[in-house]
């Protein structure tokens, strides 16, 4: 890979049960074994050394840690994953309403490693409006406009053009354009168009 290329950064964030994090832990050995890709796990203190363990050393793999459960989830002591749930099963309810305080946490964790991918379980519902990036439909569409300018072949902001290169015949107007112009990242969850 040449110095300059961008290397793909996949970062996972499983959910805490053996049952979850050991496909977690194989998905990370598939995705580091490309070379090419970086992939970081998010991962709680109760389980860095199993994952230790299962991961060997992966090159291109690191792990972040993210403390649970926060001492303000009203959790007993130790209740660290579902496993450890097995004999309180009331306990569940207020184990996935814990859940919700790692959202913060895993925001500063966002910043601080910029992914360009965001792998995490269902039971973190908020993680996808945390890590929100921009599709690749919509970045694609406008280095394309911007590149090839279709909007300049049509006579009015009412006339439909065809955005080039797509697989799909996706038709737009001036009225509804992006101006082409390329786009900046200001923080892991915005990317504004550059006006200058």
């Not at 074994?33 to 860095?48: D, E, F, M, R, Y």
């Not at 972040?64 to 309810?93: H, M, N, R, T, Y």
């Not at 694609?140 to 006339?159: A, C, I, L, N, Q």
Request: proline fraction near 8%; aromatic fraction near 8%; charge should be neutral.
């Amino acid at each position: 890979m040449g110095s300059d290329e961008h290397q793909l950064h996949i970062m996972l964030f499983p959910f805490m049960a053996a049952g979850h994090t050991i496909p977690t832990l194989d998905m990370v050995k598939l995705f580091s074994s490309h070379g090419n890709v970086k992939v970081t796990l998010v991962i709680t203190p109760s389980n860095a050394s199993m994952v230790a363990q299962q991961l060997n050393n992966q090159e291109n793999v690191t792990s972040k840690q993210i403390e649970f459960p926060d001492p303000d989830s009203g959790l007993p002591p130790g209740c660290v994953s579902v496993d450890k749930l097995k004999g309180a099963p009331e306990l569940f309810p207020k184990f996935l309403k814990a859940l919700e305080l790692m959202q913060n946490p895993f925001e500063k964790i966002l910043q601080e490693f910029s992914p360009d991918c965001l792998v995490a379980e269902m039971f973190y519902p908020w993680a996808t409006n945390v890590f929100h990036g921009v599709c690749l439909f919509a970045l694609s569409g406008s280095e394309f406009m911007r590149r090839d300018k279709p909007f300049k072949k049509v006579s009015s902001d009412t006339e439909h053009f065809v955005l080039p290169n797509l697989l799909h015949k996706t038709k737009q107007m001036n009225s509804r354009k992006w101006h082409g112009r390329p786009l900046k990242r200001v923080d892991h969850l915005t990317m504004i168009p550059v006006l200058s």
